[in-house]
């Protein structure tokens, strides 16, 4: 059975840092590529950044790229966001999420997510 | 970046009785390579996101045959042939032919 499961999310003063992790389980991790989507308290989901397989190629959108850095490791089937400047808006339930299809790059379509994580900027 | 527009942004739906969802796009999601890359969410109350649809018109395995997807280019529908109290929430049509990857902004599902 595929199981996701972040932490490491809470409160965090504008400007802080946090680092995201995702336990993957059930599926062969290092051979799919991963997404982290998030989404603000009562609002829609946002694409926030994927990276590959190997962890070679990553993504990230406009709104996060140069304060989060996305990476993973294969031997301990994690993922994680770095998360660094945070500001207000960051304040979203983030979601890891495996890729449906093996092999690929990118992330183009989602099929299994974790519960999410919670992270507040807040002073 | 493109920009997805879903209507309408709620609905409201007697059990038994057929929904309807749009989802139209700022540029063609049909790749050179001949997919489409266009999927439907769903988002129950309280729970994370679930794959419905992907590339237009493909369920995800244990999806109900009552939801379907088409379209083409820029338009594109997710239509519930009969709908159940358990398909309450939120859906999301998203995009992944570029980067950035983008969602609609949502269409909320109640029962009447």
């Known amino acids: 059975e595929v199981q996701l499961l972040e932490s490491g999310g809470g409160l965090v003063q504008p400007g802080g840092s946090l680092r995201l992790s995702c336990a993957a389980s059930?599926?062969?991790?290092?051979?799919?590529?991963m997404n982290w989507v998030r989404q603000a308290p009562g609002k829609g989901l946002e694409w926030v950044s994927g990276?590959?397989?190997?962890?070679?190629?990553?993504y990230y959108a406009d709104s996060v790229k140069g304060r989060f850095t996305i990476s993973r490791d294969n031997s301990k089937n994690t993922l994680y966001l770095q998360m660094n400047s945070l500001r207000a808006d960051d304040t979203a339930v983030y979601y890891c999420?495996?890729?449906?299809?093996?092999?690929?790059?990118?992330?183009?379509?989602?099929?299994?997510w974790g519960q999410g994580t919670l992270v507040t900027v807040s002073s | 970046d493109i920009v997805m527009t879903q209507t309408p942004l709620s609905l409201s739906v007697t059990p038994g009785q057929p929904a309807s969802i749009s989802c139209k796009s700022s540029?063609?999601?049909?790749?050179?390579?001949?997919?489409?890359?266009l999927s439907w969410y769903l988002q129950k109350p309280g729970q994370s996101p679930q794959l419905l649809i992907y590339?237009?018109?493909n369920r995800f395995s244990g999806v109900p045959h009552r939801f379907s997807g088409s379209g083409s280019g820029t338009d594109f529908t997710l239509k519930i042939s009969r709908v159940e109290a358990e398909d309450v929430g939120v859906y999301y049509c998203?995009?992944?032919?570029?980067?950035?990857?983008?969602f609609g902004q949502g269409t909320k599902l109640e029962i009447k």
């Open positions: 059930g599926f062969s991790f290092s051979t799919y590529a």
């Open positions: 990276v590959s397989g190997s962890g070679g190629s990553t």
């Open positions: 999420a495996k890729a449906l299809l093996r092999g690929y790059s990118r992330v183009y379509y989602s099929d299994y």
């Open positions: 540029q063609s999601l049909l790749h050179s390579a001949g997919k489409t890359y």
């Open positions: 590339e237009v018109s």
């Open positions: 998203m995009q992944s032919i570029q980067l950035p990857y983008s």
